[in-house]
């Protein structure tokens, strides 16, 4: 399982990875085909193609932000392990007391549970000015 965060934008139908640098913004993908679209190889990075675009021209743009439910507690999901675990955090002090939660930064826990017994979902929040559907 492949865990998605991050920028995105739909550009031509299609979801690309988004970066902003200096008021310009790029599209990636690790696709070699994008090339016929315009996308070349971004420098220092072997099989990532980028290309940059205008926000007029993107059809969408959010943030992907996921998280997982466990035992009924909602958790930022920091990552996945090699091991094929999540890893949850929480701010929620009243679940420290109900589930196994180490300490994790400042007022934060932090647990590790098989995937198989979490259910992982995505927050889709519009950046740059665009709403829920697009413009």
């Keep these: ?11 031509e139908g299609r979801e690309y990875e988004l970066a902003s640098y200096q008021r310009m ?7 070699p ?10 420098g220092g990075k072997s099989g990532k193609y980028i290309r940059e675009v205008s926000l007029k021209e993107l059809e969408n ?6 998280y997982a439910i466990y035992e009924s507690h909602r958790f930022f999901l920091e990552g996945l392990t090699p091991e094929g675990k999540a890893v ?5 002090p009243f ?15 932090i647990m590790e549970i098989p995937c198989e017994n979490v259910h ?3 927050d889709r929040v519009p950046i740059l000015g665009f709403g829920e559907e697009g413009r």
């Design 1 to 11: 399982m492949k865990l998605k965060k991050g920028r995105f934008a739909k550009w």
């Design 25 to 31: 913004y790029y599209l990636a993908t690790e696709d």
């Design 33 to 42: 085909d994008a090339q016929k679209n315009g996308f070349r190889p971004q």
């Design 61 to 66: 743009a959010y943030e992907i932000v996921p």
């Design 88 to 92: 949850l955090i929480t701010n929620d």
């Design 95 to 109: 679940v420290q007391k109900k589930l196994p939660l180490k300490p994790y930064g400042r007022h934060e826990f």
């Design 120 to 122: 992982i979902a995505e």
